[in-house]
T-cell receptor, first 113, second 115 residues
Framework: DQQVKQNSPSLSVQEGRISILNCDYT??????FLWYKKYPAEGPTFLIS?????DKNEDGRFTVFLNKSAKHLSLHIVPSQPGDSAVYFC????????????FGGGTRVLVKP | NAGVTQTPKFRVLKTGQSMTLLCAQD?????MYWYRQDPGMGLRLIHY???????AKGEVPDGYNVSRLKKQNFLLGLESAAPSQTSVYFC??????????????FGPGTRLTVL
């Protein structure tokens, strides 16, 4: 049973528009959430994170929102650029899980010029 | 500063063969991890290590063994490969398991096919 789910396996968006990626989790003990970005034939790279004491974290074009009551987080990319085309993984961790990361299945984003 | 490196990049095995995947990091990280990535499943933790000489089981440890004889190296072994172990394997390292510093740095991956 996946504790972290990304229900949209793929997303296509026009350059300059907003990309919204969603992630749901079931374990209420998770209290730290991360997004990783992965290009083909490369390892994932850290993108942005958020602690459960916050509901929003922003870094340039990337913003992560956390809704603890709904056990839901989302990643907004504004504006989307062709170089953002990649697979995005959300991940969650918590002390109860030994602070190890639990990953979602990933969302493939295609930004069209 | 190479970060996290993995060898080999690709490998094809026959069922029952054995092999070792090597991971090396030059960031002096205490923590190292082995994941496998399968379509739609994300990354699943196989084994991890919290320091030289220590290893622990992750989510999907069966069929794999690991060793951490040196701080900078983490080896993943398959004693008798099975087709179900066809996957992309990623090694990662991190400074700490504390939340604020739990950014994990990943290697480029090893694509393994078991026939």
């Amino acid at each position: 049973d996946q504790q972290v789910k990304q229900n949209s396996p793929s997303l296509s968006v026009q350059e300059g528009r907003i990309s919204i990626l969603n992630c749901d989790y079931t374990n209420s003990m998770f209290d730290y959430f991360l997004w990783y970005k992965k290009y083909p034939a490369e390892g994932p790279t850290f993108l942005i994170s958020i602690s459960s004491i916050k509901d929003k974290n922003e870094d340039g074009r990337f913003t992560v929102f956390l809704n603890k009551s709904a056990k839901h987080l989302s990643l907004h990319i504004v504006p989307s650029q062709p170089g953002d085309s990649a697979v995005y993984f959300c991940a969650a961790s918590g002390k109860a899980a030994g602070n190890k990361l639990t990953f979602g299945g990933g969302t493939r984003v295609l930004v069209k010029p | 500063n190479a970060g996290v490196t993995q060898t080999p990049k690709f490998r094809v095995l026959k069922t029952g063969q054995s092999m070792t995947l090597l991971c090396a990091q030059d960031m002096n990280h205490e923590y190292m991890y082995w994941y496998r990535q399968d379509p739609g499943m994300g990354l699943r933790l196989i084994h991890y290590s919290v320091g030289e000489g220590t290893t622990a089981k992750g989510e999907v440890p069966d069929g794999y063994n690991v060793s951490r004889l040196k701080k900078q190296n983490f080896l993943l072994g398959l004693e008798s490969a099975a087709p179900s172990q066809t996957s992309v394997y990623f090694c990662a390292s991190s400074y700490s398991l504390h939340h604020a510093y739990n950014e994990q740095f990943f290697g480029p991956g090893t694509r393994l096919t078991v026939l």
